[in-house]
């Protein structure tokens, strides 16, 4: 009994396999016959029988060998059944390949966007680049998916997406999406398709990427808009990245992103937090690494929405108004900060004001002595041209209250007063 015991450690030991996965004479005699007969009958029944089998992974190759080579490996359909119906296949990773071959276009993008330029009626005046498209394949089907702006018959506020697809060797328009074009209301004029047109997959999901720049009419403001188009569904995703138009001049010393577009802003996307889908984390990443994208200081957003504000309401303040609204600003404020950091201010018993140029606006803050407040009580656009421009070139008190602003237009001089206390303007 002793030496039984001693002799079970040692198999144990050193022959662990044909304790645990031992095969049955008669699971080996079935796996001798189903190899001599070699066909899908007997692999099925084997598989079936002897699932934890140590021989099923041979069984099943030999099974599955049989079939995929004998599938027609041009019919995208067709590798596409196979691994819905055999999902565990030792050729899953191979058939997951061929479909992804056999659903890709042999189309460049240089093709596919010539094909759409043929078939889409652009305005004369529209902008440039106005087309951008992709070939795109599915289900032994081949499609271009383009995007276009500035169509003669397509409204400001929209874009087209279009779906072209091609029977018998005929490129077709197959589907047109009208989507909107601009994100922050109706001051954006100017559109161009942005970056190249491409195709995108995320989780296993084909998408097409394209961006596009919105310019406001007086070209100081811009928007970036990145999106995914899905195909199947026709949804739209995006994500939006507003701001100031900091393009520097073609060739000046700054020109350095050679991307055509500079914006100082903010993405409210960026901004939402939460939990996110793949699609937006997609198009975030997209704005994040996007060098032609700057991120505004609070300081600098501060000063801008003032700047905003103060316009709003003061639209006549350069030619008739007879009375200003003014906006008190936090310290935290970039025009606040610039107040403070300027060594020249004329002075009242009342209040401090300094003139200065901040963010392309000429601008005039005051600070209050009586209520210790920051006080923006001027703002215009920033003279291009100091020799044909008007051009703010001074202010003084005269008495407690009031301000002169003193003008220069060529050889000619004007000047406005502005009563700090009630507000009001004299010309």
């Not at 889409?120 to 902008?127: E, H, I, Y």
């Amino acid at each position: 009994m002793k030496r039984f015991l001693v002799l079970t450690a040692l198999l144990l030991m050193f022959c662990p396999c044909y304790i645990i996965k031992g095969q049955t004479k008669s699971e080996t005699r079935q796996y001798n016959s189903t190899l001599k007969k070699g066909t899908l009958k007997a692999y099925d029944k084997f598989l079936t029988k002897y699932k934890n089998s140590v021989y099923y992974p041979e069984i099943l190759y030999k099974r599955d060998s049989i079939i995929y080579n004998t599938l027609n490996l041009n019919d995208v359909v067709s590798v596409m059944q196979f691994t819905e119906d055999h999902p565990d296949s030792p050729f899953i990773n191979e058939a997951d390949l061929l479909i992804e071959r056999l659903n890709t276009s042999m189309l460049t993008d240089e093709q596919a966007t010539s094909i759409m330029e043929s078939m889409v009626p652009l305005a004369a005046d529209a902008p440039s680049p106005q087309v951008g498209a992709v070939g795109f394949r599915k289900l032994n089907t081949d499609y271009i998916l383009g995007v276009s702006v500035g169509e003669a018959d397509c409204p400001l506020s929209q874009y087209k997406l279009y779906i072209i697809k091609q029977s018998d060797d005929i490129w077709q328009t197959d589907t047109v999406l009208f989507k909107s074009k601009y994100i922050f209301g109706g001051k954006m004029n100017r559109s161009a398709i942005i970056d190249s047109v491409r195709l995108v997959s995320i989780d296993k999901h084909k998408f097409v990427s394209f961006s596009y720049i919105n310019k406001s009419n007086d070209g100081r403001t811009m928007e970036y808009i990145t999106n995914l188009f899905d195909p199947e569904s026709h949804n739209v995703y995006s994500a939006t990245f507003y701001g100031n138009n900091i393009t520097p001049a073609k060739g000046g010393r700054n020109d350095t992103l050679h991307t055509g577009y500079a914006i100082e802003g903010q993405s409210p996307d960026a901004m939402a937090g939460g939990l996110i889908s793949p699609e937006t984390a997609f198009l975030l990443n997209i704005l994040s690494s996007n060098p032609a994208l700057v991120q505004i200081s609070e300081e600098n957003a501060l000063a801008d929405e003032s700047a905003d504000w103060w316009y709003s309401k003061n639209p006549k303040a350069e030619t008739s108004a007879r009375s200003l609204t003014f906006g008190v600003i936090t310290k935290e404020n970039g025009i606040a900060k610039r107040y403070v950091a300027e060594k020249s201010k004329e002075k009242s018993r009342t209040y401090n004001a300094a003139l200065f140029n901040h963010r392309g606006n000429t601008m005039i803050c005051a600070y209050s002595k009586q209520s210790r407040e920051f006080i923006l009580v001027w703002c215009e656009p920033q003279a291009k041209n100091k020799n044909r421009d008007k051009l703010l070139n001074t202010i003084y008190f005269e008495g407690d209250n009031t301000l002169v602003l003193f003008y220069y237009q060529g050889n000619k001089t004007f000047k406005i007063r502005v009563n700090l206390a009630n507000k009001t303007v004299t010309r």
